[in-house]
């Protein structure tokens, strides 16, 4: 979700930064506000265009739109050929401003984009030089505008938040009793476990959403909930990361397919920019932003693994719920490359070349 706005704020962006009416219209489709409150580090700007390296960092807010699901850092080199996006885990424990330590989206949850902001400085040295916000709302229009979206999934996922009753998959129902403190649904029959008896723990009458290893085709509703599922995956939220990188190329692919680099084409999806996307470029102009990264099409976005899809626990005392995770040895590396990323060696691009399976390749 967060990284299709790279798809229409930089991927698609060649083509119209050759019509200046067609930037016009994109330039104010896209709300821009001082997510960061001055925070973070303004990107220097040569000409039209910024200069060296630099990172956005990006949120994607869940339903209550105060919080967040997903974290990425889009770490961007100084030859503007790449976008390297770098997932975060939400459960990550950090050392938090001013003292203590949580998991890392509670410094967003409690404190916006700028606590999060300070939080990724203080404990990774990473400046942020822009911020985007993307909501769930905008994210489902965005795949109506494109007609739903082909993916091949690569593991059957049970939804724990769509269901359906009469066999009718509009009529939407809750499928399962969920347990307010673990958000883990809870079988009626306690010799039962959702993660192996998923279909046998639904509500009566209710049929729990199935997107079934294999090919499938996503409407906006469906697309929303496989992308928020990790309940019951293999390495949950790291399988819902995957989940999301693959979502995100399948949607460019389509976008690109039906001409979306072409500004008469892309008109028809302007109009769903403003109630998705929200940008801040911390005083550089969007059409500099814009023009800056007019060279990068899908396959320039590159999604990253951090601890390359594998749960690492966090070592010391736990939190409420003890699920607090840590980065490993090689994250805290890719991390590191990221900050010190300044000059055209593209550190980030070196690391792959020893580490190609953190790299999504689908």
């Avoid at 942020?128 to 909501?135: C, E, F, T």
């Avoid at 590396?333 to 550190?347: C, P, W």
Wanted: charged share 20%.
């Amino acid at each position: 979700m967060i990284g299709f706005g790279s798809l229409v704020m930089v991927a698609s962006i060649g083509a119209f930064v050759l019509f200046q009416a067609g930037l016009y219209e994109l330039n104010h489709s896209v709300t821009q506000s001082d997510l960061l409150q001055g925070s973070g580090t303004k990107a220097q700007v040569s000409g039209d265009e910024v200069k060296g390296a630099f990172n956005i960092l990006m949120v994607g807010l869940d339903a209550s739109k105060v919080r967040t699901d997903s974290i990425i850092i889009a770490h961007v080199p100084a030859s503007h050929q790449s976008v390297y996006l770098i997932s975060l885990p939400r459960d990550t424990r950090v050392n938090l401003p001013g003292g203590g330590s949580s998991k890392i989206n509670s410094a967003f949850d409690n404190g916006g984009f700028k606590r999060l902001q300070q939080t990724i400085s203080l404990n990774y040295g990473i400046s942020v030089n822009a911020a985007m916000s993307i909501d769930f709302d905008g994210f489902k229009d965005i795949v109506d505008k494109v007609g739903g979206v082909d993916l091949n999934v690569d593991e059957t996922t049970y939804s724990i938040h769509h269901g359906y009753k009469n066999n009718d998959k509009s009529d939407h129902a809750a499928p399962y009793k969920i347990n307010p403190q673990s958000g883990v649904p809870i079988c009626s029959n306690p010799h039962l476990t959702f993660d192996k008896n998923p279909d046998q723990c639904t509500l009566p009458g209710v049929k729990e959403m199935v997107y079934p290893k294999g090919p499938y085709h996503f409407d906006s509703y469906d697309a929303l909930d496989f992308v928020r599922s990790r309940d019951g995956l293999v390495g949950t939220d790291y399988a819902r990361q995957r989940h999301q990188q693959q979502f995100l190329k399948a949607l460019m692919k389509k976008a690109y397919s039906q001409g979306l680099s072409n500004p008469v084409k892309l008109v028809s999806l302007i109009s769903s920019l403003k109630k998705a996307f929200t940008f801040d470029g911390l005083g550089v102009s969007l059409d500099d932003w814009l023009f800056t990264l007019k060279s990068v099409g899908p396959s320039s976005l590159i999604t990253i693994k951090t601890n390359d899809g594998q749960y690492v626990a966090a070592t010391g005392p736990p939190d409420g719920d003890g699920a607090e995770q840590a980065l490993n040895v090689d994250s805290q590396l890719l991390l590191k490359d990221v900050r010190d990323d300044k000059g055209s060696e593209d550190l980030v691009g070196t690391f792959l070349q020893s580490h190609t399976d953190w790299a999504s390749t689908s």
